[in-house]
């Protein structure tokens, strides 16, 4: 079969869709990969809350998806909002890699071992938010661009530090930088791809069929519907982190206020991924869910 698979222009997103094509081929597929500039690529000169965060990433990809311009999209489904778009569908989530957060230093440095008043880049609230709970005393400096260049102001000294996603450092061959773990729950999601087609598109759903991790795919489904039930979006301060351990799923939820004073932990075991991930948010709220995070919408 002949398929296209629309991408983002970063060296992760070509990264992720280029190892996406590679196992379609070694099924006999032909892949060719396009090249499509999302709103999140061009506008980089304001943090992505401000921009409304939701499809920022995908809409582009989405609307291609609809046009028949391609066959497939690639996301960090971290990035993919919790509904699926108009006339799309999330047909395969394979194997999830490395879903920690890093801390980059010059020095491979540890988070109790950065200087007082450290200067750290990260554009996440959830980072931002969980880093102020462990160091309220860290400077926690905007950052935005592509891997190599977030890379490169920690490397350099610009910063004290920066945070990272270690799938994202492994798959781009920078795995030597991700050697200091951060004591967080990641992102809904982290680390793991979702692979998206056209709903209608039965013959692409089959070609994609062999990506498909069930285990993986039933944590993200429960992480994801925890963070549906709670409202949120990709740039929300909420953690969450689910593994499949044989039949039993076990999950761990996180809300923070932005400045790390308020932190809501809950945690929970199950065997139906939906359900568990909306009894978190449950605990969640009964805790006060609902008044953190209305105060940083």
Do not use: Y
Not at 127 to 135: G, M, Q, S, V
């Amino acid at each position: 079969m002949n398929l296209v698979i629309g991408t983002r222009g970063s060296a992760l997103a070509r990264t992720q869709s280029e190892w996406i094509a590679d196992r379609l081929r070694a099924f006999g597929h032909t892949v060719e990969l396009l090249i499509i500039s999302t709103r999140g690529d061009r506008e980089q000169d304001r943090p992505v809350p401000e921009l409304g965060g939701k499809g920022l990433f995908t809409e582009e990809l989405e609307a291609a998806l609809r046009a028949g311009e391609i066959h497939i999209a690639v996301h960090s489904l971290k990035d993919l909002p919790v509904d699926d778009a108009d006339g799309t569908h999330v047909v395969a989530i394979p194997e999830r890699e490395d879903w920690r957060d890093v801390l980059v230093t010059a020095g491979k440095v540890a988070l109790d071992r950065l200087p007082q008043g450290a200067r750290v880049g990260t554009a996440s609230r959830r980072r931002r938010a969980l880093l102020l709970a462990e160091r309220p005393d860290l400077q926690l400096m905007p950052l935005r661009g592509n891997v190599d260049t977030r890379l490169g102001k920690a490397l350099s000294g610009e910063l004290d530090a920066v945070v990272l996603a270690a799938a994202g450092l492994r798959r781009l061959g920078h795995a030597e930088h991700a050697t200091v773990p951060l004591p967080i729950l990641p992102a809904p999601g982290q680390g793991a791809l979702g692979v998206q087609a056209a709903a209608d598109a039965g013959p692409v759903h089959e070609a994609l069929a062999i990506l498909h991790h069930e285990p993986t795919a039933q944590a993200v489904v429960a992480e994801r519907a925890m963070l549906a039930a709670l409202e949120g979006g990709c740039s929300t301060p909420i953690g969450a982190l689910a593994q499949v351990d044989g039949e039993l799923i076990r999950m761990e939820g996180v809300v923070a206020s932005l400045d790390g004073t308020r932190v809501l932990r809950a945690e929970a075991s199950g065997t139906e991924p939906l359900a568990l991930g909306q009894r978190l948010a449950d605990m969640l709220r009964q805790q006060g869910a609902a008044e953190v995070l209305d105060e940083q919408a």
